[in-house]
């Protein structure tokens, strides 16, 4: 299993992503994170404030504690959606219209990660690194049991890490181009149900608006991601 814990690191790689493993053992390498299948959920939902928050703070002090406004968690959900990326290639983007249980994950795993997987196995690759959160549904036995069986190697990683899931800035971009293209979209009118029903048929269509390489820009980013984390000893970085 891979894990996110940099235990054993070359001199000659100046920052990488390393294996839990004993000395002479082989190391992740940057070039390693194209092979990872990044996957995770989004919930998109109405700000409650989209006014830019103002702080005054000396150089240096930008990834401060006390320079930052924290996310609210807002209970006004609106639709929770699924997709993955390895490499430059995205997966679909998948609208989750029902309350994510272990049976309907492992149910979404197997109809929109395998085309994925194979995918990876028509370019000759026979390894499958996958990442995805520590949410409990992922987490539960069936589950892993399920990606076991299928010899799906999941990757590790820590909790509340989001600085080192670079798919959680392809949601950032998603939300972006959706009001570019549908800036209005929250307007619909018939409620929160006809919204959910609009995002669940144009979210799928923004997401394949989303370049190649901003993909490969994502998984780059990881070697520096890493140096962030250690650096700020778990604290907020630019990622």
């Known amino acids: 299993m891979i894990s996110f814990i940099p235990l054993v690191c070359l001199e000659s790689i100046p920052i990488s992503l390393c294996k839990t493993a004993t000395p002479g053992e082989a190391v992740t390498t940057a070039e390693d994170f194209e092979k990872v299948i990044w996957s995770n959920e989004y919930i998109m939902k109405k700000s409650k404030d989209r006014r830019q928050q103002w702080v005054f703070r000396e150089p240096g002090e930008k990834w401060g504690a006390d320079c930052i406004q924290p996310k609210e968690k807002d209970e006004r959900i609106l639709l929770m959606v699924w997709s993955s990326f390895w490499g430059k290639r995205k997966g679909p983007l998948v609208p989750i219209t029902q309350n994510i249980n272990k049976t309907r994950y492992i149910r979404l795993l197997r109809r929109y990660l395998f085309p994925v997987i194979n995918q990876k196995f028509s370019f000759g690759m026979q390894d499958i690194p996958f990442k995805q959160d520590n949410a409990p549904v992922h987490n539960a036995y069936n589950v892993i049991d399920w990606l076991e069986r299928n010899s799906i190697e999941v990757v590790e990683h820590p909790p509340y890490s989001p600085d080192l899931s670079p798919i959680e800035h392809t949601w950032v971009e998603l939300k972006k181009r959706l009001y570019q293209q549908y800036p209005r979209i929250a307007d619909t ?19 394949e608006t989303i370049r190649e390489e901003s993909f490969v820009k994502l998984w780059k980013s990881m070697p520096d991601r890493v140096a962030a984390v250690l650096e700020a000893k778990g604290g907020y970085t630019r990622y």
């Open 189 to 207: 009118p018939g409620g929160t149900e006809a919204v959910k029903k609009t995002l669940s048929e144009v979210l799928p269509l923004v997401w």
